[in-house]
């Protein structure tokens, strides 16, 4: 694995470490890549501004305009500090925010609702705070829903929810059991046998603790991996609230 490898694989597995960060960060101007070193120096002072970041912060501006010029994919490697959480919206917004809220992440109806009435909750975990205003701006754009940038890692007294997915199929028969057999097991590649074995206790837990993006990727992914597309009306991927614990 190269140095730089070995960094991106360090961020990834922890986030908020901004010692890191800075080192990597040294690391690149000693190699003429300014760009990427100060890119990463206003990620972790925008991190620094507190756990709900700082709107006012002059790093903020900069870090939107670097970036235009460094590749998504490394910014999502080397600056993914950020969490996206929603905690609210006007009671006789409820129907248009859960109608936002399938149009933003693809969810079903009933993922979508449960998101909507587990508040506050993980919209978008550990992403660049680019990215995230960018949601942010697309959001407000049809909705004014009471939305917060923090720190990844952040810890507040009342905590957000994660999720659990839950594949399921409707109404429940052997060959749709079977076509959730044969998605699953290529959609996380685990043994046909206990794949069989869980789907009889339908629902079937496919993931624990994710944001909601990623309830939806696992919905898309689901739609991917099934060859009749009628079949997508039979299963779908629900969300199932979980605090967020330290």
Known sequence: MSDEAAFLEALKAHPADDTARLVYADWLDERNREVEAEYLRLTAELAATGPVIDRGSAALPRLIDLAVALPPA????????FDLLL??????????????????????????KVVSEALPCVLVARAPAYFLL?????IFAVRRLRLRVTQTEARFRREPYLFNALATCSPYNASH????????TQLLGRSPIRIE????????R??????ARTVG????????????????AHISVLAEPVRRTT
Do not use: C, H
């Open 87 to 112: 905690d609210g919206y006007l009671p006789e917004e409820k129907i248009s925010t859960i109608r936002l809220l399938r149009g933003l992440f693809g969810f079903g109806l009933a993922a979508a």
């Open 74 to 81: 490394w910014m999502a490697a080397a600056g993914s500090r």
């Open 197 to 204: 074995r869980d789907v009889r206790n339908d629902p079937v």
């Open 206 to 211: 496919i993931a624990d603790g994710i944001d």
């Open 177 to 184: 059991q079977q076509q959730l057999v044969r998605a699953i």
């Open 134 to 138: 960018a949601i942010e701006r697309t």
């Open 217 to 232: 990727e696992y919905q898309a992914a689901l739609a991917r991996a099934l060859p009749p597309a009628e079949l997508l």
